[in-house]
């Protein structure tokens, strides 16, 4: 092992330029603010208590966790079926399910964003069919469920390959010996498929929720300018307030929410394998 | 067989950069094989200029027309925002002919980055419009020429708002529960809370804190009773559908939505509203201010100004153009937004940092506010 130590350098040189460096200069500016002329700056806490002592951040916040929860729930229930069947499927079939859910990604976010516009206004597409049937026009966009079917539609693809790929990593016999023991179909699955895909869907989970929740271009694109998550928060402060301490301090308080989220979906997960072995 | 469908697969990708190169490289050597260039040289020092303005908004022909006439290479660079032009300009970059917005000149003046204009060179100047002449941020246009003017107002659908409604109630419209779900906000802290101070009768330029406390308690009101919805550019899509019964729009704007769609017209209260201008201007860095000037002299030719006002649809710094626009048989005769009109109240926009952070940062929390 030790001769191929040398080769992660490059990348140990890329971590520090790109992602230690950025990180510690967040640290700094969030824990500072401008000084006057005599000193560029002096240390403070001011900018965190500023967004945890005002309700409106703090709405803010919990809005965006919200919509970043109710979108990994929808991605898991119509990502988890998929998975399943595409892992069922034949070899040449599974590569062309594979190609069908990732082809989308294949375009711009913004792109593809920008065309859910087109369809969901008021003059839109779906509204011109629904037109047809002398239905509405129901206001589809600039609401919160135009902002969720957005994050749902850009974020289902790495949910399903999370849990398509832990699928087809499992072992078949093992279903086959719980059959054997006498596990009808949904035993099967239940005590064995279930509990050996939950790494898939906890991964699943990380890569949904976390740029759900700091998502900023398609609640701007999609919710109008009057709903306003954490990203855009963030995004105002650093772009048109100009306070970067203050927008520092809030991608901090983010980054630490999102650990303990991490944390915890890292300790469900152990906790459940070790609960299977003892059983 | 795979070997072969990869060096297919090269051959191409070669060939295709190869063309691109020999494109490029085509379309520069054709311009400066204009056959005036040597008198342009001789006259201005150099043939080619550099042209910073926002995008989308200039006619298609304006510049091939003048590089031909002069014989000379106008390089084009479009910007999203006077703050975005403003750091390029700071990073050192050097232009020989600006565009930008009346508060931006007041701070490019500030800090001397602009260059006095020789008038004898714009003699065009004699065609400026009395409503841009002299405005505060440069009283006797010694540094910068008017090259598109306008107000802030109101767009609405005539079908569902009556115009007496709108005189009574001025700003307030949007604030009127009839309306709640139906209106659109303009996306930017300075002209919400422009609509802010003047509903509430004070200056849009004012730094007194009660005054802006109460236009964000007037904001944060109409965010919670109105369901606004706050947009930018899209708004003009959005208007011509006939989505929503009122929105705040910027009168250049508000031209093609009228155009568009018959059923919206434009007003502007009379508490006043902000008026603005984006005029032309030299910074001190200019590599070529003799085809500057030239330029800007072009650019307020008669003929000039009415294909560029045509084709973007705001108003012309031009006098006779206004006339001639607005006039029997006028392109914009029957265009309520084209020509603005114009209150003792409304004022314009003045260079304050800190007042513009002070509403960016109240401004999120407006639009937070539920």
Known sequence: MKQFRKMTYPYVVWIAIMIVLPMLLIMFYAFTKQGNSVMQFSFTVENFVRFVSDTVFLEVLGRSLRVALITTVICIIIGYPAAYYIAKCSEGLKMKWVLIITFPTWINMLVRT?????????????????????????????????????????????????????????????????QDLGANGFKCFTKVTLPLSLPGVISGITLVFLPAVSSFCIPKLLGGGQYVLVGNVIESQFLTSGDWNFGSAISLIMAIIIMISLYVTKKIDTTDVSERSAT | MKALKRMAAIVMIVAICASCAACSGNSGSGNSGNQGGQTAKEKYGSTTMKLFIPGEYMSDDLVPDFEKEFGVKVIIEYFDS??????????????????????????????????KLDKS????????????????????????????????????????????????????????????????????ERDSFMIAFKQLGYSCNTDNEDEINAAYEWLVDLNKTMDPIYVTDEVLDYMIGGSKDLAIVYSGDAVTILDENEDM???????????????????ANAENPKLAHEFINYVLRDEVCTDNTLAVGYASPNANVLAEMTGEDGDYAENVAYLPRTYEKDEIFHDNEKLRKKLSELWIKVKAAN
């Not at chain 2, 750091?87 to 800090?111: C, F, H, N, Q």
Request: negative net charge; aromatic residues 12%.
């Open chain 2, 265 to 283: 017209s434009y007003f502007t209260p009379d508490s006043g509203t902000n008026i603005w201008c984006d005029a032309m201007v030299i910074p």
């Open chain 1, 114 to 178: 920008y065309a859910w516009i087109g369809i969901l206004q008021d003059d839109g597409v779906i509204n011109s069919l629904l037109g047809v049937f002398g239905i509405g026009p129901i206001s589809m966009l600039h609401t919160e469920f135009a902002v969720v079917l957005g994050m749902v539609y850009n974020f289902i693809p790495f949910m399903i390959l999370q849990i398509y790929t832990s699928l087809t990593k499992m072992d078949n016999s093992l279903i086959e010996a719980a």
């Open chain 2, 82 to 115: 006077n703050e975005m032009m403003y750091t390029k300009l700071a990073a050192g970059d050097s232009y020989d002919v600006l565009v930008p917005s009346d508060y931006m000149i007041e701070r490019l003046l500030k800090e001397n980055q602009l260059q």
């Open chain 2, 121 to 188: 060179l714009i003699p065009n100047m004699a065609n400026l419009a009395e409503e841009v002449k002299g405005l505060d941020y440069d009283k006797s246009n010694e540094y910068s020429v008017p090259y598109f003017w306008g107000t802030v107002g109101i767009v609405y659908n005539q079908n569902k708002v009556s115009e007496d409604d709108l005189k009574a109630k001025g700003w307030d419209i949007m604030k009127d529960t009839r309306y709640k779900g139906r209106i659109y906000m303009y996306d930017s």
